[in-house]
């Protein structure tokens, strides 16, 4: 077994990849450490295990796709860099046995996660805590349901649910503005469901932006930059 369990200070351990399971069986035993890669998790052999108390495999580093080759169970999986591409070996399950952390950040952009064969459905099986926000998903199989915020659907995913983008109109008029939706600091996608409802200020949409559908609630009021305004009453299209 390698052993990270006796390891003096810091408790994380950073690597650019790492491969688990060459030659055989193995078990990794991380104890209260963390190991931080910045590219590629390769798990060889199914049959090797990880294991932890608190310690997290921790992928970080956006200007390096990640890829995650083989089945593997985790105790705890964490990324939380935004901008940063994770690709899941097409067919394959990963299991989190502990806490799942997906976040990306308004500010470095969503967590991107793709199967390495475009249309070719990744597993995942969260077995305990999932914080998801702010991701962007394509070609994914959950065995629970995981429920986002400020996140998008690239297509072909099941048991992943992505909310309604509310407008809540807390800090201005611009459509740009994360402050103003209820999704964690994120704007509508390309896929998003937007609901515009009466808040502080009213939405103006100043420019050319694309969303799935459209609704418009009582009292509340979408103002196409100035030269036309949504009520209820024309809001289904």
Known sequence: ATSYNNQASPSSFF???TTQGAGGATNLEM??????VAGDFTNRNDLSTITATTGAIIFYDASKTSTIS???TFPNLSCVTGGKQL???????????GALTLQGTPA???????????????????QDTVSAVG??????????????????????????????????????????TGGNWDQ?????????DVVI????????????RQFHDLTINENAMLDIDGRLRLYPSVSSF
Do not use: C, K
Request: charged share 15%.
């Open 31 to 36: 104890g209260a450490y963390n190991i931080n």
């Open 108 to 126: 470095e952009g969503r967590l991107i996660l793709r199967s390495t064969v475009e249309g070719t459905q990744w597993n995942i099986d969260p």
């Open 135 to 176: 991701v962007d998903v394509e070609d994914s199989v959950s065995a629970e349901a995981i429920t986002t915020r400020g996140s998008v659907s690239s297509g072909n995913n099941t048991n992943w649910f992505f909310g309604p983008y509310t407008w809540t109109g807390t800090d201005s008029t611009d459509w740009a």
């Open 184 to 192: 964690a600091g994120f704007i509508p996608g390309l896929t998003s």
């Open 197 to 208: 409802a009466a808040g502080d200020h009213y939405a103006v949409l100043d420019t050319g």
């Open 15 to 17: 690597s650019e990849s």
């Open 87 to 97: 690709n899941f070996e097409a067919g394959s399950t990963q299991t989190i046995i």
């Open 70 to 72: 083989g089945s593997t």
